[in-house]
């Protein structure tokens, strides 16, 4: 595709529900990352792949959130038993290859409320 | 750890005025530095980054930056501001050492400019 899309662009939850969030990066792509964006910050980075494999999940902030790339395309990021806090846009990047010189491209963003 | 300062949350400037957003960084070894604008409900969009050599960059939309290692800056600059430059900017930075390309951002600066 022309770039970096998601779905939904919008979710409302409640609290103890889970969610997914989708991604599907560039055609040919080869890193994916997400972010967490709250309200008035800059995004924090929660985990990396390259192609299939999750190179990085250090920002993952508990094992409720879980992330897979299974066939080193689309990307899904899940939140299980969703908590207020846990509201903000989910931003997806994705990167021509694997180095740290590459240029992210960031797709539009999942805003979830978690009511 | 790398980190990002951008000290001004807001910059009010004259249509037609130079611009500069500042950014400052902390890494262990050698920084890539990244420029990001975001529009409201849109995800962010590169405008530029260095990497090497030059220490002035040239990126979209007529801004330009310059890397300054010695005070760990990286201010983006225009010479001449336009009202559509009206946005929400943010710094990045990347540790060379670091392949995985893991960027922490700063909590942007919202630049306004007025007729």
């Known amino acids: 595709g022309a770039g970096v899309s998601q779905s939904p662009r919008y979710k409302v939850a409640k609290r103890g529900q889970d969610v997914a969030l989708r991604c599907d990066p560039i055609?040919?792509?080869?890193?994916l990352f997400w972010y967490q964006q709250a309200l008035g910050q800059g995004p924090e980075f929660l985990t990396y792949f390259q192609n299939e494999a999750q190179l990085d999940k250090s920002g993952l902030p508990s094992d409720r959130f879980f992330a897979e790339r299974p066939e080193g395309s689309v990307s899904t990021l899940k939140i299980q038993r969703t908590q207020q806090e846990d509201s903000a846009v989910y931003l997806c990047?994705?990167?021509?290859?694997?180095?740290?010189?590459?240029?992210?491209?960031f797709g539009p963003g999942t805003r979830l409320t978690v009511l | 750890a790398q980190s990002v300062a951008q000290p001004e949350d807001q910059v009010n400037v004259a249509e037609g005025n130079p611009l500069t957003v500042k950014c400052t960084y902390s890494?262990?070894?050698?920084?890539?530095l990244f420029w990001y604008v975001q529009y409201p409900n849109r995800g962010l969009q590169f405008l530029l980054k260095y990497i090497t050599g030059d220490n002035l960059v040239k990126g979209s939309y007529g801004f330009e930056a310059e890397f300054n290692k010695s005070q760990t800056s990286f201010h983006l600059k225009k010479p001449s501001a336009l009202v559509s430059d009206s946005a929400l900017y943010f710094c990045?930075?990347?540790?060379?050492?670091?392949?995985?390309?893991?960027?922490?951002f700063g909590d942007g600066t919202t630049l306004t400019v007025k007729p």
């Open positions: 890494v262990s070894g050698n920084p890539y």
């Open positions: 990047a994705s990167t021509m290859g694997g180095l740290a010189s590459d240029t992210q491209y």
């Open positions: 990045a930075v990347r540790d060379y050492s670091t392949n995985a390309g893991k960027s922490t």
């Open positions: 055609s040919g792509h080869v890193s």
